[in-house]
């Protein structure tokens, strides 16, 4: 669902205000795209702060912070907001059109986190979530979307702590991190008991769930 503000003339302290924002750099809560060429790529930063806290993602800035603006902002949210049609469950977006000059506009989006975790990208005929790590945009795995359904109702999970949480607990004390495979291997069991199992700790907040480039792995909290 989209709320548009439109653009107004140029305001010296909205720029002022835009400038102070994108003086912190890109992190957690901020992205920053040059061009809006790759709607689908823009959608995904979306659904990725939607998926974690939240964020705000501007076009017309450069990754170092150069304020630049679009010559055709209206074809430029127009593709984007043909492209966030692809997202399910329907995001939360508030754009906003900020006036750099006659011939120039930065445009904002703000995602608020969701209470409907996980959204997905779902195009030609595949379907991914995906969740901000530090200022990167990942895709989740099926134990990051299992989690993110989980966590919001997850309110007093119980576990059994017998022999194998104790081993991991002792294999962590030592390594500080452990993946889905290591952690089968190290518990002799499959992998699907392995994810249900790392899937009810990280619920339980026993362990903390990190994705990486290389897959996911678990941490002690």
């Known amino acids: 669902m989209f709320k548009i503000q439109e653009a107004q003339p140029y305001d010296p302290q909205e720029i002022k205000n835009l400038r102070k924002l994108v003086s912190r750099g890109e992190g957690l809560h901020l992205e920053f795209k040059r061009k809006a060429n790759h709607p689908l790529e ?10 974690a806290q939240g964020g705000t993602l501007i076009v017309g800035v450069e990754d170092d912070g150069t304020i630049y603006g679009v010559k055709h902002a209206e074809g430029d949210t127009h593709a984007i907001a043909e492209a966030v049609k692809f997202c399910k469950p ?22 608020p986190e969701s209470k409907q975790k996980p959204h997905y990208l779902k195009c030609n005929e595949e379907s991914f979530a995906y969740v901000r ?17 989980r966590a919001q109702k997850a309110s007093g999970i119980k576990f059994t702590y017998g ?5 991991l607990m002792q ?10 495979k290591e952690c089968a291997r190290l518990l002799k069991i499959n992998t699907w008991k392995a994810s ?23 941490m002690r909290k």
Do not use: W
């Open 133 to 149: 790590v530090v200022d990167r945009c990942m895709k989740a795995s099926s134990q990051m979307c299992e989690v993110l359904k």
């Open 163 to 167: 022999e194998q949480e104790q081993v």
């Open 90 to 111: 329907v995001l939360q977006i508030n754009q906003t059109l900020i006036t750099l000059s006659d011939s120039r506009i930065v445009i904002r989006y703000d995602i």
């Open 196 to 218: 249900r199992k790392l899937v009810l700790l990280t619920l339980a907040d026993v362990l903390q769930i990190v994705p990486t480039e290389k897959g996911d792995f678990y």
């Open 171 to 180: 294999y962590l004390e030592l390594h500080h991190k452990i993946s889905l």
């Open 42 to 51: 823009i959608v995904k930063e979306f659904i990725a702060f939607a998926n």
